[in-house]
């Protein structure tokens, strides 16, 4: 019904750069909201970033989130990576589809990001 692939992750050493990628597919009439979340070994997922611009402390001025023009693709980029960003980053959507037409929540697999120091 609805997809979100993600792309990007992988190992960087520390004060890299990475950027993922979320792609929504499927029956989709409108995408409300897209965000970015984080969860590391042990640890609570947690926000890392969404569509309204807010950011997580720990990676404000090094993080950046955007969305391609046809709003369907939302990226992450990552600069001066810390090993403490480790973790695995998971895309969220609040999507509205067709047949049926409701909004729900989607989340995508997630795609690890290993920093190493």
């Known amino acids: 019904q609805v997809q979100l692939v993600e792309s990007g992750g992988g190992l960087v050493q520390a004060g890299g750069s990475l950027r993922l990628s979320c792609a929504a597919s499927?029956?989709?009439?409108?995408?409300?909201?897209m965000a970015w979340y984080r969860q590391a070994p042990g640890k609570q997922r947690e926000l890392v970033a969404d569509?309204?611009?807010n950011y997580a402390d720990p990676v404000k001025g090094r993080f950046t989130i955007s969305r391609d023009n046809a709003k369907t693709t939302v990226y992450l980029q990552m600069n001066s990576l810390k090993p403490e960003d480790t973790a695995v980053y998971y895309c969220?959507?609040?999507?509205?589809?067709?047949?049926?037409?409701?909004?729900?929540?989607?989340w995508g697999q997630g795609t690890q990001v290993t920093v190493s120091s």
């Open positions: 499927g029956r989709i009439l409108s995408i409300n909201a």
């Open positions: 969220n959507a609040h999507i509205r589809t067709w047949a049926p037409n409701r909004e729900s929540d989607y």
């Open positions: 569509g309204n611009l």
